[in-house]
């Protein structure tokens, strides 16, 4: 389970950053790692020292400390502070008992680890526990006692502690929550002393991921099922097949695909996006517009690219207009692979989680012309699916 840390931000800058954590310094979290890869990328000394979580809280309030490591924006704190981008994505599952099955919601029994993050959620939702123990194992000891009905857990830790007691976890029915991100949260009396403080802190973040954030094998299998034929179906459209040769077919030189490449992302940046909106308004990016409407929201951005990996139609204004150089084109156009699932990635301009699904666009041979992506809102798709 990621590790609580807590942040002390000292006025003077003089003065190191005084970090606390509910677990041994010494722990080699992904947490703690993260922590100091960015703030040695932001040239801030910092100390660590224990400190419960709880008590951070209270201390946040109480304006003696000035921010925690890792942090759910709970509303009670919304006064405060500020959160950070995500630096760590926990995948929350429900898992009730398989006797539970039939008793309604509202009389189940609910477990919790006392102090955790889910013991905060529920406090939120207004879920009592029944149980509140100390450890993860003991508490899906309990769950497998059946002296609790339900639990919420990350999905790996739930994994991770199953296959530890020799618990078989198909055992239990699991269901989707949500991704919750962890990261870090300042206080505004920090801010008004640093506003550029979380911007900067943001911008390390990515530098220093230790991995990306994977779906699960059965939740790849859950998004695969669903939209992989929605996917191919469209890649097969003629008028996209059309459209991608007519592009393979009038090649750009490498210098002019980068001049582009920079202007588009230029505009994006200063919100004048010229070149995209261009495009966005051709016949075939508005196609792609309507055929996105249709799928209800699950669907958040279609992408249609040449064989070089420039965009052919969009149906949102992308933030770059050439792919060739990212995971999504070079592991579908180059590879033998019938589709390629990305990484889960935060999008903190609309707070959705979204994966991204890339399959070939073939010919009439079947040979590979171009690339087709789809983005999905991973999280309600997941919900959608539950049961």
């Not at 801030?44 to 419960?52: N, V």
């Not at 919750?180 to 911007?199: A, M, N």
Request: charged share 15%; proline share 5%.
């Amino acid at each position: 389970m990621i590790a609580s840390l807590f942040y002390s931000l000292l006025l003077s800058s003089s003065q190191p950053l005084q970090l606390g954590t509910n677990v041994p310094v010494t722990s080699p979290t992904n947490a703690t790692r993260q922590a100091h890869c960015i703030l040695q990328q932001m040239r801030q000394p910092y100390q660590l020292q224990t400190l419960p979580w709880l008590r951070a809280k209270q201390e946040v309030r109480m304006q003696r400390l000035d921010g925690y490591f890792t942090a759910i924006l709970l509303p009670e704190m919304q006064h405060y502070g500020e959160l950070s981008a995500p630096m760590f994505l926990e995948n929350w599952y429900w898992f009730t008992h398989p006797d539970s099955l039939g008793i309604p919601t509202t009389s189940l029994r609910y477990g919790v680890i006392r102090g955790s993050h889910q013991a905060n959620w529920f406090e939120v939702m207004n879920i009592q526990p029944a149980v509140e123990v100390n450890t993860l194992s003991e508490l899906l000891q309990v769950l497998h006692r059946h002296r609790i009905d339900r639990v919420l857990l990350d999905l790996e830790d739930f994994e991770h502690t199953t296959a530890q007691l020799a618990i078989d976890p198909r055992h239990y029915k699991s269901e989707f929550f949500r991704y919750v991100p962890l990261g870090l949260f300042i206080s505004y009396r920090f801010l008004q002393q640093q506003p550029d403080f979380i911007r900067q802190f943001n911008q390390y973040i990515h530098r220093c991921a230790q991995s990306p954030f994977a779906l699960s094998p059965i939740e790849q299998e859950r998004i695969l099922h669903y939209f992989l034929p929605l996917a191919t179906q469209l890649a097969s459209n003629t008028e996209l097949r059309a459209a991608v040769l007519a592009s393979n077919q009038q090649p750009m030189p490498v210098s002019e695909l980068h001049r582009l490449d920079q202007q588009w992302m230029d505009e994006v940046e200063q919100l004048t996006p010229k070149l995209g909106e261009h495009m966005l308004a051709e016949p075939l990016s508005q196609f792609l517009v309507q055929w996105q409407a249709q799928q209800q929201g699950l669907v958040t951005e279609i992408i249609l690219t040449d064989q070089q990996g420039k965009n052919v139609a969009i149906s949102a204004v992308t933030s770059d207009f050439w792919q060739g150089n990212e995971a999504k084109f070079l592991n579908v156009y180059q590879q033998t692979a019938p589709y390629f699932l990305d990484a889960v990635v935060f999008d903190a301009s609309t707070q959705r989680f979204q994966v991204q699904l890339s399959l070939a666009v073939t010919d009439s041979n079947n040979r590979h012309i171009g690339v087709l992506t789809l983005g999905i809102d991973v999280e309600q798709a997941l919900r959608r699916q539950n049961g």
